[in-house]
């Protein structure tokens, strides 16, 4: 494992770390997985207040000396503050969930317009000046899933320590995109990653002109290696997040790190990348990481699964089955883009800012060309 400088903090943390999102669903087998990356050299874990049960288990992982071992990052849920005081009751309620009595990374999250007014209006700068007094933080942070023009904002109004950002081979301008990473890291910010693969978006809708060009390629890689070593040949990236579900992913990307290092893509390795991101560019495909933040919908339309449909209809051209599933399964069932009122909650919430009521609709006209007749 490849330990690097956090930022200006003095921390020295694995540059692989381990996001607590997507935990599998038996408690014991989430905790072993925990433990397996602490005892594996993973150092940093990465958690928040919105993820299912992730908190109260990430906490009993950390039982028994391991919360020593590693440093933890925890974010403070916007959308619940009303007001300056429910900053910290949040927090204390994270500590309780955690069974620690600090945070060693605090981050306010996902600083999106509305988010980042709320901290304005109720002075979130300040309380986390407070609690780095009290003790109950040791570092200001903050994660964005937002335009390049309103994180370089964010990131000069406060001294911050630390800047969460989206990144990946397809995201090189999308969001803060790579502009975002030299700017932050430039004023000596650690840069951590969020999303290298997409949420899964980038292995599960793999375009088959992308896969011919990596089997052809000289130096046999899979494209999750390629991924994740396309940000850590970046000096300026410091903690890669991956949120595996099971120990084997973990064990996967702990191989894939064991001997990662800034710069060492070559040239060629580098156009590589740039022509499998064409690849996936030229696939008319929605950008859903399937995060599920647009869940649930008021009418019961289940978003994420209908844009992983098209996606694999998209990249299979004529995927006759993704068709067979819509009509004959969603559509009945009530859960189909056919309910969408377009009411904009989903849209409102969406990290990707993606505009989901109007693909909604896009999407059913697509799946309802060609009727389907289901077995009896």
């Known amino acids: 494992m490849e330990?690097?400088?956090?930022?200006?903090?003095?921390?020295?943390?694995?540059?692989?770390?381990?996001?607590?999102?997507?935990?599998?669903?038996?408690?014991?087998?989430?905790?072993?997985?925990?433990?397996?990356?602490i005892d594996h050299g993973v150092n940093y874990l990465d958690t928040a207040f919105i993820y299912k049960d992730s908190e109260i288990i990430t906490g009993k992982a950390l039982k028994n000396g391991y919360r020593n071992k590693t440093f933890l990052a925890?974010?403070?849920?916007?959308?619940?503050?009303?007001?300056?005081?429910?900053?910290?009751?949040?927090?204390?309620?994270?500590l309780m969930r955690l069974g620690t009595d600090h945070i060693d990374v605090y981050l306010l999250h996902n600083m999106n317009h509305g988010h980042w007014e709320k901290v304005k209006r109720f002075d979130g700068l300040t309380f986390l000046d407070r609690m780095v007094e009290k003790g109950k933080i040791v570092h200001k942070a903050f994660?964005?899933?937002?335009?390049?023009?309103?994180?370089?904002?964010?990131?000069?109004?406060?001294?911050?320590?630390?800047?969460?950002?989206?990144?990946?081979?397809l995201d090189v301008k999308q969001q803060v995109g790579v502009e975002g990473l030299h700017y932050a890291a430039d004023k000596g910010l650690a840069v951590v990653i969020m999303e290298p693969?997409?949420?899964?978006?980038?292995?599960?809708?793999?375009?088959?002109?992308?896969?011919?060009?990596?089997?052809?390629?000289?130096?046999k890689r899979s494209l999750v290696e390629w991924c994740f070593r396309w940000l850590y040949n970046m000096p300026e990236v410091s903690v890669i997040l991956s949120g595996t579900s099971n120990l084997q992913q973990l064990k996967d990307n702990l191989s894939i790190f064991e001997h990662s290092a800034p710069n060492v893509m070559s040239e060629e390795d580098l156009n590589l990348i740039k022509m499998i991101r064409e690849a996936y560019e030229a696939k008319n495909s929605i950008g859903c990481t399937g995060c599920r933040y647009c869940m649930p919908c008021p009418q019961g339309v289940t978003i994420p699964e209908i844009f992983k449909l098209y996606n694999s209809q998209q990249l299979m051209k004529s995927h006759f089955i993704d068709t067979v599933v819509y009509q004959s399964n969603l559509v009945p069932a009530g859960s189909g883009a056919d309910q969408c009122i377009s009411c904009g909650i989903c849209a409102e919430k969406c990290p990707q800012t993606l505009e989901i009521p109007e693909l909604l609709q896009k999407v059913h006209s697509e799946f309802m060309k060609s009727t389907h007749t289901p077995q009896k």
Not at 10 to 25: D, E, I
Not at 77 to 90: L, R, S, V
Not at 143 to 168: C, G, P, R
Request: glycine share 6%.
């Open 3 to 37: 330990y690097v400088s956090y930022g200006k903090t003095g921390m020295k943390v694995s540059r692989f770390g381990l996001g607590c999102m997507r935990f599998p669903s038996e408690e014991k087998e989430a905790i072993e997985m925990v433990r397996y990356a």
């Open 74 to 94: 925890t974010k403070s849920p916007i959308w619940n503050i009303n007001k300056h005081e429910d900053f910290e009751k949040y927090l204390d309620e994270e």
């Open 143 to 169: 994660s964005i899933h937002n335009t390049l023009k309103a994180f370089k904002e964010i990131v000069d109004s406060y001294d911050w320590e630390m800047a969460q950002i989206q990144l990946n081979i």
């Open 197 to 219: 693969l997409r949420g899964g978006y980038i292995l599960n809708t793999v375009p088959l002109e992308a896969q011919d060009l990596i089997n052809q390629y000289p130096e």
